[in-house]
């Protein structure tokens, strides 16, 4: 399994450069699963194709920074897939969406969006995510870049009993 995920995190190099400025380390997949087993609410979840292969991630913490916030610290999806990268991230998000709303008591995502971004950017807020008026500077290769961080309320249908 960490094999395929190492596969995947190499084959997804736009994302480490984007978000770390360097190519992704050849440990990269054993590192996360070190600090998995080191936490109590960091989790990934694979993104799996057709042919049971995995072509992206979500790596996310429950009660972050504050309780029943969970933060998307990643969305990786490889950068040749099947079809359009930008679907498979939707596809993705809404499910964790629909499983937090339905099986947790988190109320709010969010995640830090590089502002210069404009596609990721766009995607978020396609999503229905909304800019709030926090930011973070990140260092990311030598130069510091502004995040901007994206929330989304996690509605909760009424019950019918």
């Given at each position: 399994m960490l094999a395929?995920?190492?596969?995947?995190?190499?084959?997804?190099?736009?994302?480490?450069?984007?978000?770390?400025?360097?190519?992704?380390?050849p440990i990269q997949a054993a590192n996360d699963y070190n600090q998995l087993l080191e936490s109590d609410d960091r989790a990934i979840m694979a993104i799996w194709w057709e042919d049971e292969r995995i072509i992206g991630s979500l790596d996310f913490r429950f009660h972050h920074p504050v309780e029943n916030v969970l933060w998307v610290g990643a969305l990786i999806v490889q950068d040749e897939t099947p079809i359009d990268r930008s679907e498979i991230g939707r596809w993705a998000m809404r499910i964790l969406e629909e499983w937090l709303r339905i099986a947790t008591e988190i109320t709010e995502i969010r995640t830090a969006v590089p502002l210069k971004a404009a596609d990721l950017v766009r995607f978020w807020q396609e999503l229905g995510y909304e800019l709030t008026p926090e930011l973070l500077r990140q260092p990311v290769a030598g130069k510091y870049l502004r995040f901007g961080i994206f929330r989304k309320l996690i509605e909760r249908k009424p019950s019918l009993s």
């Open positions: 395929d995920v190492q596969a995947m995190y190499e084959a997804s190099a736009s994302y480490f450069l984007t978000f770390t400025g360097h190519p992704v380390l």
